[in-house]
């Protein structure tokens, strides 16, 4: 695809827009993913008691969607712009490219960290040891991380709508291999466990939690911390509007509720089963959490099905993370091929993926990542909402013919700087900085703003609100014409696709019942013999449907527009 395909300077047209669906695929596959391995170990390590995990996982995941559905999606919908081409038209051109640059590095080692827990999975195939150091101890492992970079790189290139229908297929399996991990490695916990035989009662899960698996060891880390991190881990996303570049496409502004199915399964669910698996592999093995990689810790709780699970969660979160990250760079040329620059953009992001401290610090990283773009945020909610209602002139920089908004430049750079400064003397923990930054930044772009020609009337202004005003009563009318004008039927699926589907969830329900069955006897064996069994069933006839169902409805001539 060329870039003006991929990053729209312009509005998105009423008839790109998509159904609720592709986004509740794309939340769920994206969030139920490699970091979730990493992250619900980590838990384990902090040293945080059950309870604080349990309801600071809540608290916190749940002003996670806040933030998506009150903030990132709206904007997003009344704008129809990404990230980029939306902070252009406040900041100007001068402030996206550096903006971009930082983004898209940021994204990188993000993606990277991903590519190493999938390789930390493939890794046992070949009787290579744990990589849980800084740097790779065998050439072995680098090997293997270049194999599997080549792979997310190409699904990356493919662009937004093979990353969404990769995750349809994976997200359902994904969501369950969680879940059998832990019904299959709490007898192990459960064993562990002193005067505990097995668990009857919320207040024998608590017991066994808090003596086996999230043990209170620290007392420096607590409920606020867990909740805080909740909230931060996708500050990029949603506090700094990054996922304004999917969200353009929704139909709704509620559409960005749906990131509840990606926080709640992905980053509540699935955090504590990956605790779970965890703690069991580590008492299995007889050695501490930290000695070993997501890869050990699934294959031991899931044999062959856990490599795979391992394989296909760091892929769901790092093909679009490359895809954003290509699109963050390719926004400093609208000229350059987003293909050929995500290309080059994995290169680098799979030479990042052979160091494994990529994903033994992913903790601070997401917590860094977020100080250094939530001024960001900070400064495109204060323009978009605010701004209007203090009586200031939206895009105030770009009507006075500005190529940098230095209000916006500044209070970027000086953001960032009191944020690390903060951090470092230890005044805050990283985790409870970026709300307060985000204060500091909306009074310092305001008070920058007012002083270099925010309050000043623009005879452009009027005229580009008019405009805008027409392009939305457009949209609202074609929104409004029944779904049959809008060529959104439903083709009705051949029998063999159906068999299919069917087929599929059988298999899932299959795996849910060997989980059972291991929990139940307590022999780990019931998974890592016979999992891999309808695991492969699924992929197989869970692919099959979605691809002629694809077909049938390419044969009816249904529109169904690529999402950029």
């Not at 105030?396 to 960032?416: D, E, L, Q, R």
């Not at 929990?519 to 979605?546: C, H, N, Q, R």
Request: charged share 10%; hydrophobic share 50%.
């Amino acid at each position: 695809m060329s870039t003006s395909e991929e990053f729209e300077t312009k509005p998105v047209h009423p008839e790109k827009l998509q159904s609720a669906k592709t986004f509740a695929a794309s939340y769920a596959g994206e969030h139920v993913a490699g970091t979730e391995f990493v992250i619900g170990a980590l838990f384990v390590s902090w040293g945080v008691g059950a309870t604080d995990v349990l309801i600071g996982l809540l608290f916190g995941n749940l002003l996670a969607v806040l933030t998506w559905g009150l903030i990132t999606a709206p904007i997003a919908t009344d704008t129809r712009l990404t990230l980029y081409a939306y902070l252009e038209k406040i900041a100007g051109p001068g402030t996206i490219k550096l903006y971009s640059i930082v983004n898209g590095v940021l994204f990188c080692v993000l993606a990277g960290a991903m590519i190493t827990v999938s390789a930390s999975a493939v890794r046992i195939l070949f009787g290579i040891e744990d990589q849980v150091g800084y740097l790779p101890t065998d050439l072995r492992f680098v090997l293997v991380v270049l194999g599997v970079g080549a792979v997310v790189v190409y699904m990356a290139v493919k662009g937004f709508k093979k990353l969404a229908a990769f995750a349809e297929v994976c997200a359902p399996w994904m969501i369950l291999m969680f879940v059998v991990g832990a019904m299959v490695m709490l007898p192990t916990s459960v064993a562990a466990t002193a005067g505990v035989d097995g668990i009857s009662s919320f207040g024998d899960f608590l017991r066994v939690a808090n003596e086996s698996i999230w043990k209170d060891t620290d007392g420096e880390i607590g409920i606020l911390h867990v909740a805080a991190f909740a909230w931060v881990a996708n500050l990029a996303m949603h506090g700094s509007l990054g996922d304004m570049t999917l969200l353009r496409f929704a139909k709704n502004s509620n559409y960005g509720y749906f990131s509840a199915l990606g926080m709640f399964i992905g980053h509540y669910l699935a955090w504590i089963c990956a605790g779970i698996m965890g703690a069991g592999a580590a008492i299995l093995l007889k050695t501490t959490i930290t000695a070993i990689d997501p890869g050990t810790v699934a294959y031991q709780a899931l044999g062959a099905s856990g490599i795979l699970a391992v394989i296909i969660a760091g892929w769901t979160t790092s093909n679009p993370t490359i895809y954003r990250a290509g699109l963050a760079f390719s926004s400093l040329n609208n000229s350059w091929s987003r293909a050929k620059v995500t290309t080059v953009v994995g290169v680098i992001t799979t030479i990042i993926a052979c160091s494994p401290f990529v994903f033994s610090g992913l903790l601070g990283f997401v917590g860094y990542m977020g100080l250094l773009l939530a001024p960001v945020g900070a400064i495109i909610v204060a323009e978009h909402w605010i701004f209007p209602k203090i009586g200031f002139t939206r895009y105030w920089s770009t009507y006075k013919g500005n190529t940098t908004n230095v209000a916006a430049f500044a209070t970027w750079i000086v953001s960032m700087a009191v944020g690390v400064f903060v951090e470092q003397s230890g005044w805050l923990h990283l985790f409870f900085i970026l709300i307060p930054l985000w204060t500091f930044s909306t009074v310092m772009y305001i008070v920058l703003a007012s002083l270099m020609g925010a309050k000043d009337s623009y005879p452009q202004a009027e005229a580009a609100e008019q405009a805008e005003l027409a392009r939305k009563q457009e949209e609202r009318a074609y929104l409004a014409k029944p779904q049959a004008d809008q060529q959104e039927l439903s083709p009705k699926a051949p029998l063999v696709v159906k068999l299919a589907k069917y087929t599929a969830w059988a298999s899932l329900a299959a795996c849910v019942w060997i989980g059972a069955a291991a929990y139940v006897t307590g022999d780990i064996s019931w998974a890592t013999d016979w999992l891999i069994m309808p695991t492969l069933i699924y992929f197989v006839t869970a692919t099959y449907a979605y691809l002629e169902g694809s077909k049938a409805e390419e044969c009816q001539q249904v529109s169904v527009p690529e999402m950029n």
